[in-house]
């Protein structure tokens, strides 16, 4: 089981950061989602498939995180 800290992330393509609030289990699949929050806009709430939130992408030709830890919370 994957776990990442809450707090406050950096998305690597608009770099907005986003809250990341719990890791929840979806009822059906067991698969563990990462819900968070946009700190800009509407504030909209948002999950994800932890694995997908936590994963590594290509920018640029370099690999960097999708959502980069800025500050733990908590």
Do not use: C
Not at 10 to 28: D, V
């Amino acid at each position: 089981m994957q776990s990442l800290p809450k707090g406050i992330y950096r998305h690597y393509k608009n770099g907005k950061q986003y809250h990341l609030m719990e890791i929840a289990t979806h009822s059906e699949t067991g698969e563990q989602l990462a819900i968070y929050r946009a700190l800009y806009d509407d504030f909209g709430v948002w999950a994800r498939p932890l694995a997908m939130f936590a994963e590594h992408v290509e920018r640029d030709g370099a690999t960097v995180p999708r959502f980069a830890l800025e500050k733990p919370l908590g």
